[in-house]
């Protein structure tokens, strides 16, 4: 199984990143897909998740209103549209897939907001 992210990088508060997913080795649109993230020095925390279908979201209040999860079952990939990003949202973000007892992570991709 292997969880493909990529789409991180710097950009100052304010910006913009449309970070991806894509998933191999399972049967993707069987898996609620979500995002999570790690700051230095913090505990891994939930951004957002959607489900099978597609037809439903799930947000942290922290990023509620400014981040959009939507995923793409022909093409294997879940998204994370990021606006209005600040400073406190420098993490790893990573990717996840989970079905039952099947728990899958990507390797996580680094965003970096400048101040």
């Known amino acids: 199984v292997q969880l493909q992210a990529s789409g991180g990088g710097l950009v100052q508060a304010g910006g913009s990143l449309r970070l991806s997913c894509e998933g191999s080795?399972?049967?993707?649109?069987?898996?609620?897909m979500r995002w999570y993230r790690q700051a230095p020095g913090k505990q891994r925390e939930f951004v957002a998740l959607i489900n099978t279908s597609g037809g439903s979201t799930n947000y942290a209040d922290t990023v509620k209103g400014r981040f959009t999860i939507s995923r793409d079952n022909a093409k294997n990939t879940v998204d994370l549209q990021m606006n209005s990003l600040k400073p406190d949202d420098t993490a790893i973000y990573y990717c996840n897939a989970l079905k039952y007892a099947s728990n899958y992570w990507g390797q996580g991709t680094l965003v970096t907001v400048s101040s």
């Open positions: 080795g399972i049967i993707f649109s069987t898996y609620t």
